[in-house]
């Protein structure tokens, strides 16, 4: 399983960014994938998530601005964020599980596989 992010970049507050993820080899139906992030010294953290249901979960940090979505026949994970905060200002990671069990949790160690990150910074 490969996942690659794509769409990071610099952006001000206020403004907004897609991230992709480009996930290859991953063919669990019931599947769990999310995206979390992690900024220096902290721990990595839970951004949003949806399963093979098309049931999603978001951060209550993002709700309301963030939007995650997966095209399956392009099997591409979408991460849509609007109104971006310099708190959003973090390395984006995608990931995925291998069962759907507590996906809407977000747990980073229940993720089996990740992508390398790509870098967000919002300036004011």
């Known amino acids: 399983v490969q996942l690659q992010e794509a769409g990071g970049g610099s952006v001000q507050a206020g403004g907004s960014l897609r991230l992709s993820c480009t996930v290859s080899?991953?063919?669990?139906?019931?599947?769990?994938l999310g995206w979390l992030r992690q900024t220096p010294g902290n721990e990595r953290e839970g951004v949003a998530s949806?399963?093979?249901?098309?049931?999603?979960q978001y951060a209550e940090a993002v709700k309301g601005r963030f939007t995650i979505s997966k095209d399956n026949t392009e099997n591409t994970l979408y991460l849509q964020m609007d109104s971006l905060k310099r708190e959003d200002t973090a390395m984006y990671y995608c990931?995925?599980?291998?069962?759907?069990?507590?996906?809407?949790?977000?747990?980073?160690?229940?993720?089996?596989?990740w992508g390398q990150g790509t870098q967000v910074t919002v300036s004011s």
């Open positions: 990931a995925a599980r291998t069962s759907r069990y507590l996906c809407g949790r977000m747990v980073p160690t229940l993720y089996d596989y």
């Open positions: 080899g991953y063919t669990y139906n019931k599947y769990c």
């Open positions: 949806i399963d093979g249901d098309g049931n999603t």
